[in-house]
T-cell receptor, first 116, second 116 residues
Framework: AQKVTQAQTEISVVEKEDVTLDCVYETRDTTYYLFWYKQPPSGELVFLIRRNSFDEQNEISGRYSWNFQKSTSSFNFTITASQVVDSAVYFCALSEGVTNAGKSTFGDGTTLTVKP | DARVTQTPRHKVTEMGQEVTMRCQPILGHNTVFWYRQTMMQGLELLAYFRNRAPLDDSGMPKDRFSAEMPDATLATLKIQPSEPRDSAVYFC??????????????FGPGTRLLVL
């Protein structure tokens, strides 16, 4: 069975600090997909990124970057120079490509608070 | 800008009443998911459909919950009779599955349900 663990329940940083959100996953499939979603105080879940298991290239998008390491089953998310608007709950999710194509398992989320 | 829409956005009802929540997936998406989010349980997958056929509803209490897709543009989630423990935010998400690829899920704004 697939499992996603976000060990950090809450993180608090001061604006402009860098912060990394951890995500560790478990799966028996060799083909799978990893996601990060953001849930701001407004409540809607916003898709941030998707990675395929066969592509370990890290990705950078503005102040956001993602580090995918199959050797440690981790897909960590770093926000550089954090801003107050980054305050949200962040969810990591895993979808097994063959076994349950499309069905995602979500972690419990990490609540990030960025203070001015 | 295509979005998943959900109605109603808020619902307050009394225990025992029927509740119907509606979702309009993004046009062209072939998969629809229903989630429930509570503080205690986090994000739980209730059911999902592909090409309007139910694939998995194991997360749904069978005796009171039902999910349907009358057509490709409408998904419904019903609770009858409702109970206070059903109070939660219910999210609909849609995605487009191609072959064996995992699909990205795009979430609606949610229906905030309070059962008194």
């Amino acid at each position: 069975a697939q499992k996603v663990t976000q060990a950090q329940t809450e993180i608090s940083v001061v604006e402009k600090e860098d912060v990394t959100l951890d995500c560790v996953y478990e799966t028996r499939d060799t083909t799978y997909y990893l996601f990060w979603y953001k849930q701001p105080p407004s409540g809607e879940l916003v898709f941030l990124i998707r990675r395929n298991s066969f592509d370990e290239q890290n990705e950078i998008s503005g102040r956001y970057s993602w580090n995918f390491q199959k050797s440690t089953s981790s897909f960590n998310f770093t926000i550089t120079a954090s801003q107050v608007v980054d305050s949200a709950v962040y969810f990591c999710a895993l979808s097994e490509g063959v076994t349950n194509a499309g069905k995602s398992t979500f972690g419990d989320g990490t609540t990030l608070t960025v203070k001015p | 800008d295509a979005r998943v829409t959900q109605t109603p956005r808020h619902k307050v009802t009394e225990m025992g009443q029927e509740v119907t929540m509606r979702c309009q997936p993004i046009l062209g998406h072939n998969t629809v998911f229903w989630y429930r989010q509570t503080m205690m349980q986090g994000l739980e997958l209730l059911a999902y459909f592909r090409n309007r056929a139910p694939l998995d509803d194991s997360g749904m209490p069978k005796d009171r919950f039902s999910a349907e897709m009358p057509d490709a543009t409408l998904a419904t989630l019903k609770i009858q009779p409702s109970e206070p423990r059903d109070s939660a935010v219910y999210f609909c998400a849609s995605g487009q599955l191609r072959g064996q690829e995992g699909e990205t899920q795009y979430f609606g704004p949610g229906t905030r349900l309070l059962v008194l």
